[in-house]
Each structure stands twice: as C-alpha cells, then as structure tokens.
Nanobody, 120 residues
C-alpha cells in the first residue's frame, strides 16, 4: 500500500514563505513524476508545479518565479518552497505522485491535502 504524507501548511501573512513536503511510503519500486496541486473553495483543482524523476519542472503561470519545486529521490520526497505568498494562493494543497508498484503497474496517488492560508 502506498501513502503520500504531506506537511508544512499553515497560516502566513502576505509576502511570507512556507515550505511543503510530501513523502511517499509503503511498498513500491520507484517514483516518476511528482507534483503539487491546489484547490481553493468553489474552484477546480489546478496544477501548481510538477517535477519528473530527472529533475525537469513545470509551473503554473501564477506561481512561476515565486514557487520552487524540488525532490529528493533517495527519500522519495517532493518539496514546494513558496515565497512571496499572496492571498490568492490560499487553498488546500495536494501532493500527487506517479508510482510504479509492480513490474507492470503504475498509478497516480494523492496525499490527504494540507491547508495553506495567506492572510493578514
């Protein structure tokens, strides 16, 4: 069974910073793409940032230049460093990972979500 455990959310003032972490645990062979999505109240879930196993990244236009995604393959962990936070970044942030569990099976898994609130 695979689990993605997130941490690092919270309340921060505009202009502040937070760092999210997501660690994959359980029985699996390898992780491929890992990423962060977010969902604000009344809105659809959207991609924030994504990183492949080789290190290539892509970002939503709204966060490019402010957020940085990175990963530690040895720890099966992905991070999201969020700087210059704005009230519109307020959302539940979800970790997603593409994980190979057997020689013939790969699937996407989701974390439970962590709340990020940007408010003065």
């Amino acid at each position: 069974q695979v689990q993605l455990v997130e941490s690092g959310g919270g309340l921060v003032q505009p202009g502040g910073s937070l760092r999210l972490s997501c660690a994959a645990s359980g029985s699996f062979i390898s992780t491929y793409a890992m990423g962060w999505y977010r969902q604000a109240p009344g809105k659809q879930r959207e991609l924030v940032a994504r990183i492949i196993s080789g290190g290539g990244t892509n970002y939503a236009d709204s966060v490019r230049g402010r957020f940085t995604i990175s990963r530690d393959n040895a720890k099966n962990t992905v991070y999201l460093q969020m700087n210059s936070l704005k009230p519109e970044d307020t959302a539940v942030y979800y970790c997603n990972a593409q994980i190979r569990t057997t020689a013939t099976h790969t699937a996407h898994y989701w974390g439970q979500g962590t709340q990020v609130t940007v408010s003065s």
